[in-house]
T-cell receptor, first 110, second 110 residues
Framework: GQQVMQIPQYQHVQEGEDFTTYCNSS?????IQWYKQRPGGHPVFLIQ?????EVKKQKRLTFQFGEAKKNSSLHITATQTTDVGTYFC??????????FGTGTSLTVIP | NAGVTQTPKFQVLKTGQSMTLQCAQD?????MSWYRQDPGMGLRLIHY???????DQGEVPNGYNVSRSTTEDFPLRLLSAAPSQTSVYFC?????????FGPGTRLTVL
């Protein structure tokens, strides 16, 4: 079955520093989704990437989809305390199931 | 639209008790699923449904039952609660490859 690996598992940064999380799939993906889960909250959809090499931006967040469509990254520029949470990637529905990465928990130190 | 709703928000059970976690969505999504989230374990799929009357097992189905009599509702039943089922449970519905999560139920089994 599809496997989606995500690194790092945890990241602590000083407020204002940049942050990046990486997602790698064992298979080629038709698309990839990113979600954010605030502490005590539920995962919330952020964005979907579909095209090879696609780059999308949401304010300080930059999402990339690899040329081979097997990896993706989320980069946050100049982190703020509001960025705290766990970031998950997920592949498309495959065999009627979604496969999530294990998530990267981001702590921002004021 | 209320999106995906879950009840209760919190629940404490004794070992051996049974209960039903409720999930409803008003987006007319065919696909619904249940996940459990434990510290450091990410989101693990319990059961899913591709439409009314159709359900199937996910990664960790043991100890749980589901049914899907309507498009809107997808309850999760714990047959005989065990301490290992202490977790946060999320219901999600999906359109295409984007998932919408409910706020979760925090379950403690003593």
């Amino acid at each position: 079955g599809q496997q989606v690996m995500q690194i790092p598992q945890y990241q602590h940064v000083q407020e204002g520093e940049d942050f990046t999380t990486y997602c790698n799939s064992s298979t080629t993906l038709s698309n990839i989704q990113w979600y954010k889960q605030r502490p005590g909250g539920h995962p919330v959809f952020l964005i979907q990437l579909v095209k090879s090499g696609e780059v999308k931006k949401q304010k300080r967040l930059t999402f990339q989809f690899g040329e081979a469509k097997k990896n993706s990254s989320l980069h946050i520029t100049a982190t703020q305390t509001t960025d705290v949470g766990t970031y998950f990637c997920a592949g498309p529905r495959t065999g009627n199931q979604f496969y999530f990465g294990t998530g990267t928990s981001l702590t921002v130190i004021p | 639209n209320a999106g995906v709703t879950q009840t209760p928000k919190f629940q404490v059970l004794k070992t051996g008790q049974s209960m039903t976690l409720q999930c409803a969505q008003d987006m007319n999504h065919e696909y619904m699923s249940w996940y459990r989230q434990d510290p450091g374990m990410g989101l693990r799929l319990i059961h899913y449904s591709v439409g009314a009357g159709i359900t199937d097992q996910g990664e960790v189905p043991n100890g749980y039952n589901v049914s899907r009599s309507t498009t809107e509702d997808f309850p999760l039943r714990l047959l005989s609660a065990a301490p290992s089922q202490t977790s946060v449970y999320f219901c999600a519905s999906s359109y295409s490859d984007t998932q919408y999560f409910g706020p979760g139920t925090r379950l403690t089994v003593l």
